[in-house]
Structure formats: C-alpha cells, structure tokens
C-alpha cells in the first residue's frame, strides 16, 4: 500500500473526515493523526498479543523493575523527600506502574501514584492492577505540592505531528486532501508555515521534509516547569533520532502489522519518531536539567539488565531460550536497544541519575 490507496476502510471517523474536507478543504496531518489516536486509544486495549503492539514492560518485569530501582536510586540521594507522587503519561495496562512500584518499594519508596489517562476502558483495567490510582485527563491537575517521579513510555510517539515541506516561496505544511475517488491522499498545503519551522531549518534545501510537534513540546514545557517548582525527575523512553532528521516517520499499526496510515483511521495506532533534540531544548528552556540521553539498550545495560536475566535463568533454566529473547528485545542493537532512547530529566537541585554519561 501507499499514500494513495488511503481511506480503504468506511467508517464513522473516515466519513467526518471525508465531509469536513468536502466542506472546509485539507485538514493537517496533525488534525487527521490526533483525532484518530483519540478514538483508537478510548475505544479499547490495543496491548498485547490480541491488540495492535507490545511495549517493553509487557516484554518482560526486568524491563519495570529496572526503571523502579532507578527512581528508587535517585529519590534517596535527593533526600527521599516525603510525600512524592508517582506520575506516569498513557500508562497501558498499568504493568511498569506495577513492576516499577514494587522494586521501589523495597527500597522504601512508595508514592502516591498519578496516571494520566484518558481511556475509560485502560483506566478500568488500571485499578484492578494499580490499588488506589488516582486518574487525570491531562497534567494540569497534578498535585504540585511534593516532588514528582514521572515516567513516559511510548506516549510521546503518539502525540500529533505536523509535516512541513520546503518550496520555492518557503515552508508549507503537507495537508491531508481526497483524490476523485473519495481516497484520503497527501497534498501541499497553500498557507505558509515558516514560523513553526526549527530556526535551524528555516534555510534547508528546496524539497526537505521535517516533522515538528507542538503537542509534544507542550506537554514537555509543563512536566519541565512542574520539575523545576516542585523537585523531581522523569524518563522518557520511547524511539526516535537524537537529533531531527527529514523524511516522514508516521506510521500506522494494526494486528501487530504496518498498514497504511490513511486505511484505519481511529483503528490502528498511529505513531511517529519523538523529536528528543526539541523535547531537551524544551525541558531546559523551562527549567528543568537535562539528566542524558541514552540509547535504551546501553541505559538498561548499564543499569545491570544481564545480571537480573542472568538470575532469571539460574531459577528457571528450562525457560533460559525465552528469558534470552526477552532480554536481545529489550536491548539488542537490532531491535529495541537503538532505536528507543532514554531521555532523562530532573530539577536543577536533584541529582544525576545512573545510567546517564
């Protein structure tokens, strides 16, 4: 499939696109990606096996409890201030809250725990793993009267983005239009957009492609400034380049497979590379350190990942082949190890956490 095969599956969300286009012209890539990850992620569970995708924490507990030990690691040499507040952005099932709270807790963190989350189905299956959660719609009504440990995993991926595309006469944003068979297709945009352009982009070749999202930079300037007001420190795992690079990465998945971004819309989770270069410029522009980022395989690596399979196998060898999978998925250079970064954050007064150079 490509661009052009877009809109093959009819239903509701395709149809209101179809008409808004028809009344009003092409709406923005942005538009068309925010609204059906809206309707995809309230409308059901899309972890697992049966859903659309797996995340590290459903891989394997390691995964969870290494995160855990770290913000058990870095609350303790803050002081271990009391209360703090656990945070966590598009928590799934609640498995990294559940592994990751546990292995803190033998270290005497335990927090209030947060989940921001806006799936009644998700928040559901939440409670039953999570023991006294708190749910949220968005940040702004956090607690901000203790220190917060945050934790992102694959939330920012989904968040909006925009394409813009370098012409002649500047920057214009790559629109979402319909060809003469009603197929949702790729089209240029007639409005300039250079001022929602990186500075250090505004003079690329004619042709260059970027993505920019300022959902994502809005939800990093506030955990930044709550960072800084309040004390604490975040991880943001997900995949992406250290840097921005040009190309289109959206994608679309469904049934653990690539599908056309434009077949499924609010039916299959649609995803781009985060921007960890801007999501950094943000965090320090608001006030907030930036700790480091790592790629994840080294970050896990470095927190003592192949000790804990190690031990895993020595109690349970007849199942060494699978913990070996788990552990080259989470941290081999050609499947998550890479890609996914780990990108640390704190108040300027906090300190430095492990696996960070």
């Given at each position: 499939m490509?661009?052009?095969?877009?809109?093959?599956?009819?239903?509701?969300?395709?149809?209101?696109?179809?008409?808004?286009?028809?009344?009003?012209?092409?709406?923005?890539?942005?538009?068309?990606?925010?609204?059906?990850?809206?309707?995809?992620?309230?409308?059901?569970?899309?972890?697992?096996?049966m859903?659309?995708?797996?995340?590290?924490?459903?891989i394997s507990?390691c995964?969870?409890e290494?995160?855990?030990?770290?913000l058990?690691?870095?609350?303790v040499?803050a002081?271990?201030?009391d209360?703090?507040?656990?945070?966590?952005?598009?928590?799934?099932?609640?498995t990294l809250?559940?592994?990751?709270?546990?292995?803190?807790?033998r270290?005497?963190?335990?927090?209030?725990?947060?989940?921001?989350e806006g799936s009644?189905?998700?928040?559901?299956i939440?409670r039953?793993?999570?023991?006294g959660?708190?749910?949220?719609?968005?940040l702004?009504?956090?607690?901000?009267?203790?220190?917060?440990?945050?934790?992102?995993?694959?939330?920012?991926?989904?968040?909006?983005?925009?394409?813009l595309?370098?012409a002649?006469?500047?920057?214009?944003?790559?629109m979402?239009?319909?060809?003469?068979?009603?197929?949702?297709?790729?089209?240029?945009?007639d409005?300039?957009?250079?001022t929602?352009?990186?500075?250090s982009?505004?003079?690329?070749?004619?042709?260059?492609?970027?993505?920019?999202?300022?959902?994502?930079?809005?939800?990093?300037?506030?955990?930044?400034?709550?960072?800084?007001?309040?004390?604490?420190?975040?991880?943001?795992?997900?995949?992406?380049?250290?840097?921005?690079?040009?190309g289109?990465?959206?994608?679309?998945?469904?049934?653990?497979?690539?599908?056309?971004?434009?077949?499924?819309?609010?039916?299959?989770?649609?995803t781009?590379h985060?921007d960890?270069?801007m999501?950094g410029?943000?965090?320090?522009?608001?006030g907030?350190?930036?700790?480091?980022?790592?790629?994840q395989?080294?970050?896990?690596?470095e927190?003592?990942i192949?000790?804990?399979?190690?031990?895993?196998?020595?109690?349970?060898?007849?199942?060494?082949?699978?913990?070996?999978?788990?552990?080259?998925?989470l941290?081999?250079?050609?499947?998550?190890?890479?890609?996914f970064?780990?990108l640390?954050i704190?108040?300027?007064?906090?300190?430095?956490?492990v696996?960070?150079?």
């Open positions: 490509n661009d052009n095969d877009g809109g093959l599956q009819d239903n509701g969300l395709a149809e209101s696109f179809r008409r808004l286009i028809r009344q009003h012209g092409p709406i923005s890539l942005a538009r068309y990606m925010g609204e059906s990850n809206a309707r995809y992620y309230t409308s059901r569970d899309p972890l697992g096996d859903g659309d995708f797996i995340t590290a924490p459903e507990q995964f969870g290494l995160v855990g030990l770290w058990a690691d870095i609350w040499r002081g271990q201030p209360p703090v507040h656990y945070v966590e952005l598009g928590p799934g099932r609640g809250a559940s592994d990751a709270l546990r292995a803190a807790a270290y005497g963190l335990k927090p209030t725990v947060h989940f921001v009644a189905t998700l928040r559901q939440q039953g793993t999570i023991r959660v708190a749910h949220h719609d968005d702004t009504s956090l607690p901000d009267d203790a220190p917060m440990l945050l934790l992102a995993n694959e939330f920012f991926d989904a968040l909006p983005v925009h394409q595309v370098r002649a006469s500047g920057w214009h944003e790559r979402v239009g319909l060809d003469d068979q009603d197929r949702f297709i790729f089209v240029a945009g409005k300039p957009a250079d929602i352009v990186p500075e982009w505004r003079k690329a070749a004619q042709g260059t492609m970027i993505e920019t999202s300022p959902a994502a930079a809005t939800v990093m300037g506030e955990i930044a400034q709550r960072l800084a007001s309040q004390g604490g420190a975040a991880l943001v795992i997900d995949y992406g380049a250290r840097e921005l690079r040009t289109s990465t959206v994608q679309a998945i469904k049934a653990h497979k690539k599908v056309d971004i434009f077949d499924y819309p609010g039916e299959a989770d649609l781009a985060v960890f270069e999501l410029q943000v965090a320090q522009k608001h907030a350190k930036v700790l480091g980022l790592e790629m395989g080294h970050w896990l690596t927190l003592g192949d000790t804990r399979f190690e031990a895993l196998k020595q109690r349970a060898p007849q199942q060494a082949e699978i913990f070996q999978r788990q552990r080259n998925r941290v081999a250079d050609d499947q998550m190890g890479l890609l970064k780990v640390g704190a108040a300027p007064d906090w300190p430095t956490g696996g960070f150079s």
